[in-house]
């Protein structure tokens, strides 16, 4: 009985020792909370991938403007009147173009971080078609619109950079600037007479100094793609003080001529002018004066002319509107202007216009200045007391 008794303990023992296993088996897993997403990283801007060339790193670059213009009256061009313009008292049913404003291409490079280098071409300044070529009696005079823009080499020493060769002389802030970044489709009547100007010669330039930046040049004085046929040079600087960040105050000013066969003599072209800007908070108020004196073979013409302009930013919309006037020769009365023999000379050129614009920045990859702008434009002639209204359709890309 007592050998039976234990069986049944060590059978009742063994069982027990299988089962636990078992149990502790099947035991559900304690639940565990899957991890959160990691977020998604940024897609980093994209940059201009360098090209490759036998020494050093080079990039591409382009600047297209495809334009829509139209105008109740011909004779105006981005608020100017011609300085010959005079009313024909006939009808003038205005007219609207397509057009290819800008085609800039560009290459730039650098060699061992001391040497740079430029070189841009336009082509739209070929317009309507082949170029006429007059000839007389073997000696042929040859008029060509050259498409070369800018052709400099540049030289990296201590906090400043020295060019050698054709580029945009440093006159007023909208001239010196980019045609890419532009509030509206043109620059303003004062900007594109004394400012937006190609030269050559030597631009020593610097932006290391804190809160100021500053252009010193010499040049021909000749224009764009032209030698000196005189001893005499121009010096054009600008400088401008930026004491706060989106705030930034300055001048410009050029000191020179260019010599005329007819006249015998140095015909003066001397500028000066201020300029500001102010850029917060999505608003911006820009302004510029400038005046100047141009020699005329018998008389000095006094020019001056002056804009304002106010812009808001929301997301990837600008409103702008602009106020501008120009005025050829300031001694000279409208009431002069209009009597012979004064009338439709470069002496009564008196301009003012209104602007209103909208442009829209596109964000396509790769592409860092995309964008669509419109603007309308209330011209007058106070001279000739004739109004005309214009519009601008640009669509842009560059990079």
Request: aromatic content about 8%; glycine content about 10%; hydrophobic content about 35%.
């Amino acid at each position: 009985m007592r050998r039976f008794v234990m069986l049944l303990i060590l059978v009742a023992g063994g069982a027990a020792a299988a089962q636990a296993p078992a149990e502790q088996q099947a035991a559900p897993a304690p639940q565990v909370e899957p991890a959160a997403p990691a977020p998604k990283p940024e897609k980093p801007k994209a940059e201009k991938p360098p090209v490759t060339q036998s020494w050093g790193n080079g990039t591409i670059g382009l600047l297209l403007q495809g334009w829509f213009t139209a105008s109740t009256d011909t004779r105006f061009s981005a608020a100017a009147t011609s300085p010959t313009f005079k009313a024909s008292g006939a009808n003038n049913a205005g007219t609207s173009t397509f057009r290819l404003r800008r085609a800039e291409m560009s290459y730039d490079g650098a060699v061992a971080k001391i040497v740079k280098y430029r070189a841009m071409i336009d082509p739209t300044i070929i317009q309507n078609g082949p170029i006429a070529v007059l000839g007389d009696q073997g000696h042929e005079t040859v008029t060509v619109k050259d498409i070369l823009q800018d052709a400099w080499v540049g030289f990296l020493v201590p906090w400043h950079e020295v060019r050698l060769g054709q580029f945009k002389i440093p006159l007023t802030m909208e001239g010196f600037g980019s045609s890419g970044k532009l509030d509206f489709a043109e620059r303003s009547i004062m900007s594109r007479t004394f400012g937006d100007q190609r030269d050559i010669g030597l631009m020593v330039l610097s932006d290391k100094v804190p809160y100021v930046e500053y252009e010193i040049a010499l040049v021909n004085g000749a224009g764009k793609n032209l030698y000196d046929n005189s001893p005499h040079k121009t010096g054009v600087f600008r400088v401008v003080a930026t004491p706060y960040k989106g705030i930034s105050v300055g001048g410009s000013a050029q000191l020179g001529g260019v010599y005329s066969t007819s006249a015998g003599r140095m015909l003066h072209r001397n500028r000066a002018g201020v300029e500001a800007s102010v850029e917060m908070y999505g608003a911006s108020l820009k302004g510029e004066y400038m005046g100047g004196v141009d020699g005329q073979a018998n008389s000095v013409n006094r020019p001056s002319g002056y804009y304002v302009t106010g812009g808001y930013r929301y997301q990837n919309w600008q409103g702008v509107v602009r106020y501008e006037r120009y005025v050829s020769d300031n001694p000279t009365s409208t009431e002069e202007c209009r009597a012979a023999p004064n009338a439709g000379t470069n002496r009564c050129q008196k301009n003012h216009g209104i602007a209103v614009g909208v442009n829209y920045d596109l964000e396509v990859p790769h592409l860092n200045g995309a964008k669509l702008q419109l603007d309308y434009l209330n011209d007058k002639d106070e001279v000739q007391d004739t109004t005309a209204h214009e519009v601008f359709l640009v669509a842009q890309v560059k990079f």
